[in-house]
């Protein structure tokens, strides 16, 4: 899949609109986690990729400061880097590579060990903290390090994760 996103991208000259699919295991309490339940996250939406950018150009720097009233907004060390195509991502210390992409809408489908499922009924299973994000809508993103809000959907996803991608005509399926 590394191979037939970059290649699809290699004519992106900054932005691109996609179509994206994917499946990701949700975050569970260790107990529940231990009790062998499977929750998974299906997402499918238009998303944002880039490549061929300027070296000083961060999308998701300009895509918090648009979406807030903030005049700065300071980024934490991250667990991976970008690639020579901008979206593509791979982990500092492991072998994984992962898209970096911003979400411009999406739709969201939970299944826990293969049915479907509503957020409430997911978070049961989750930690507070995890279950508070499965239960929030709103598209807000508080930053409490930069103390702004701001809707920058900024997410990295697992290659192997990423079922359906649709970028510039072009399908990319797992």
């Not at 986690?33 to 000083?56: P, R, W």
Request: proline residues 2%; positive net charge.
């Amino acid at each position: 899949m590394f191979n037939k996103i970059q290649n699809a991208l290699n004519n992106v000259k900054g932005s691109t609109i996609c179509q994206i699919e994917t499946l990701t295991p949700v975050s569970l309490s260790a107990a529940n986690k231990k009790a062998g339940i499977v929750i998974e996250k299906q997402s499918t939406g238009s998303v944002m990729l880039f490549n061929n950018i300027n070296d000083t150009t961060d999308p998701y720097l300009n895509k918090v400061l648009k979406t807030s009233n903030a005049e700065s907004f300071e980024k934490t060390a991250t667990y991976f880097h970008h690639l020579d195509t901008y979206s593509l991502c791979k982990h500092n210390t492991k072998d994984e590579y992962y898209l970096s992409l911003i979400w411009n809408n999406s739709k969201a489908d939970y299944f826990i060990n293969g049915k479907l499922a509503t957020r409430e009924q997911v978070a049961q299973y989750q930690t507070p903290a995890e279950a508070k994000k499965t239960l929030d809508t709103s598209g807000v993103v508080v930053n409490v390090k930069n103390n702004i809000e701001h809707q920058a959907i900024f997410r990295i996803v697992k290659l192997e994760n990423i079922k359906y991608l649709k970028i510039k005509g072009q399908i990319i399926t797992a």
